[in-house]
Nanobody, 122 residues
């Protein structure tokens, strides 16, 4: 069992930056691929980024490529999402998720955090 807790969300102006964190409990964090998804009001949960167990080959949604960066620190049991050049359309609840392999499909992930709100507005 893995428990995930996100933090770092908030209100930011367009063009600004935020860094989200996802802290995992337990000794098995390093054995999971980790991903970020987001869900805007009235919309489905969408893939944002995924990183493998050893940080190889991160993959991003086209909508965030070049602006967001996913990373992890296995020694600290923590996943990160650095978000730069934020746009109003990035407004959503952001979730971290843990699964056995890199996937852009939400149903492939076993464990989810409770989410953190990101609002991009002037």
């Amino acid at each position: 069992q893995v428990q995930l807790v996100e933090s770092g969300g908030g209100l930011v102006q367009p063009g600004g930056s935020l860094r989200l964190s996802c802290r995992a409990s337990g000794p098995t964090f390093r054995s999971y691929a980790m991903a970020w998804f987001r869900q805007a009001p009235g919309k489905e949960r969408d893939f944002v980024a995924v990183i493998s167990q050893n940080s190889d080959s991160p993959t991003y949604a086209d909508s965030v490529k070049g602006r967001f960066a996913i990373s992890r620190d296995n020694a600290l049991n923590t996943l990160y999402l650095q978000m730069n050049s934020l746009k109003p359309e990035d407004t959503a609840v952001y979730y971290c998720a843990a699964g056995s392999g890199r996937s852009e499909v939400s149903r492939m992930y076993y464990y989810w955090g409770q989410g953190t709100q990101v609002t991009v507005s002037s």
